[in-house]
């Protein structure tokens, strides 16, 4: 498996582009390019891995990314809708010496940070994923007016989480993403079978405690918390899909059906049936 670099060019009469939706869920797509990134994602919970760090984001994210970062699509694996909107943008989008200006000092900053990898929360994620959300319906200078606001409100936030410890772009990491591929798809057709990490540390050619560091370094989760993760992200599926509670627990792999209302609760802060009937009444 190779890194993509992938090719984007603005939109016809835009300096940047606008990507909604892409619809890649059943695509693990380790991707590249030179532009920044800005990705807001609602209504689900999915994988955040974005150069060396992978973590788990529950109802929607919103992330900064700086060029060159490797990054995963942050609708893979998912089964649920979602609703994504992705603005791609070049350095010097606004003209080379934009970012010298001024008035531009603090955006300067937040495009210098980005390299790192930038996670947003809050009131942060939650104003600036509705301006997001809008800009597809405004003509091309009212997106461009409306890009820069977000920018500020992106570097004035203190709401914001730093990914990577180094900066992230043009990093040899292939041979560690083709390992992460290999384990995100053994876990996702092994996940309601007891997935065994002596397996799966064997193929990606580890010993298991090997693996194990392997795993807690890359993704900050021990293995059997990143498949209950993944079974609890599958829960949620099967419940919005009617299913009852004692089969949704079956289903995707849990014996218990207390230590599966458990850990569902420990995860999403409510137990199975309150968020079944949350979701379907809505």
Sequence with gaps: MKIIREQI???????????????????????????????????????????????????????????????LNFDYGVRTACEQVIVQMKEHFLGK????????????????????????????????GQKLKELPSLNHFDQLISLLQILRILASSDQVNILNETPA?????????????????????????HPDVNFIAEQVNLTTAAFCRFFKKNTKMTFTDFVNQYRINQAKNYLLQDKTVSETCFE???????????????????????????????
């Design 252 to 282: 995707v792999g849990f014996e218990s059906l207390s230590y599966f209302n458990k850990l569902f609760r420990k995860t999403e802060g409510e137990n199975p049936s309150e968020f079944k009937k949350r979701y379907l009444n809505s």
């Design 169 to 193: 772009g043009n990093k040899a990491m292939q041979k560690e993403q083709v390992r992460m591929a290999a384990i995100y798809k053994y876990v996702e057709t092994h996940f309601d079978q």
């Design 97 to 128: 010496d934009f970012l010298e200006l001024p008035e531009f000092d603090s955006i300067k900053k937040l495009f210098g940070k980005s390299h790192y990898g930038l996670s947003f929360t809050g009131e942060t994620k939650d104003a600036v």
């Design 9 to 71: 060019a603005p939109d016809q009469g835009s300096s940047f582009k606008i990507l909604l939706t892409p619809g890649l869920n059943d695509t693990f797509l380790w991707h590249f390019h030179p532009e920044y990134e800005i990705v807001y994602v609602e209504g689900t919970s999915g994988t955040r891995h974005v150069g060396d760090h992978t973590s788990v984001y529950q109802g929607s994210d919103l992330v900064f990314i700086g060029p060159n970062i490797p990054h």
